[in-house]
Nanobody, 117 residues
């Protein structure tokens, strides 16, 4: 139901936009990441119509989440990337928009982002 794409290699300070295509209608979509050897980290979530968003403090000034329901896609625009942003990025969906550590129903397969110094 979800597929993330757009990862790749970028230099520190650069930008990258991730895409998550989904087939679940009216679901909130979130982005997470997991670096090697670390726990999965919540990044951002957008509600079903794009009017409500929430961000982790670690990325709120650099990342922007948005969605285009016309093409069933959620984006994560990332700016000022740092080597510590290197991770596999996942999108996930749940029916209700809730901020904080809540379970998500559907998960995509992940896309790798590598930020070089």
């Amino acid at each position: 139901q979800l597929q993330a794409s757009g990862g790749g290699l970028v230099q520190a300070g650069g930008s990258l936009r991730l895409s998550c295509t989904f087939s679940v209608a009216n679901y909130a979509i979130a982005w997470f990441r997991q670096a090697l050897g670390k726990e999965r980290e919540f990044l951002s979530v957008v509600n079903w119509n794009g009017e409500s968003t929430s961000y982790a403090d670690s990325v709120k000034d650099r990342f922007t989440i948005s969605r285009d329901n016309g093409i069933n896609t959620v984006y994560l625009q990332m700016h000022s990337l740092k080597p510590e942003d290197t991770a596999t990025y996942f999108c996930a969906a749940r029916y209700t928009f809730i901020t904080g550590p809540v379970p998500y129903t559907y998960w995509g397969q992940g896309t790798l982002v590598t930020v070089s110094s």
